[in-house]
């Protein structure tokens, strides 16, 4: 009975917590629409390949062992004048999280080609915190779905603990 709620109260509390970004997130975004904005330069334009937990029902090699599989992160690097001083950022658009799969990573680093001139998105109050895109992207909804799932599921197993 300990063990389900204490699995309960991690499910809810992570459900919080990606719904509380989803929020922070939300309020970021608007705010960005505000940002001034500079001319900038890409400076770095690659694709990293990392190695990943793969996840899933097939996580694990037949020696027990975790299955990693090759995820790819765009690395994207911009400098850019904001308030008489220069500025590197790698961040291209608000909740950005990535290693992702090749095509999208690969996507990004044709769109910012090495030298190619930008327009940058700052906050005046904090010229270094900068963007590419201020557009809304997929990615934040991810953090409310994946907040609702995990409370849905962690609410679940609570009820199914109380009931026994």
């Not at 950022?89 to 769109?111: C, K, M, R």
Request: aromatic share 14%.
């Amino acid at each position: 009975m300990i063990f389900g709620i204490v699995i309960s109260f991690l499910f809810l509390f992570d459900g919080l917590r990606k719904i509380s970004q989803f929020i922070i997130l939300s309020f970021q975004w608007k705010q960005s629409q505000d940002w001034q904005s500079s001319q900038g330069k890409i400076i770095q334009s690659n694709l990293q390949s990392v190695l990943v937990p793969s996840g899933g029902r097939r996580s694990r090699n037949l020696d027990g062992s975790v299955r990693l599989i090759t995820a790819y992160i765009p690395n994207i690097l911009y400098e850019y004048r904001a308030n008489a001083e220069s500025f590197q950022s790698g961040l291209i658009f608000l909740g950005q999280s990535f290693p992702t799969d090749h095509i999208t990573a690969s996507n990004f680093v044709e769109q910012y080609p090495v030298d190619k001139r930008v327009v940058v998105y700052f906050n005046p109050e904090k010229p270094d915190c900068s963007v590419l895109e201020r557009s809304w992207h997929k990615e934040l909804f991810g953090y409310l779905i994946g907040g609702i799932l995990y409370l849905l599921f962690g609410f679940g197993i609570l009820i199914q603990v109380i009931r026994e």
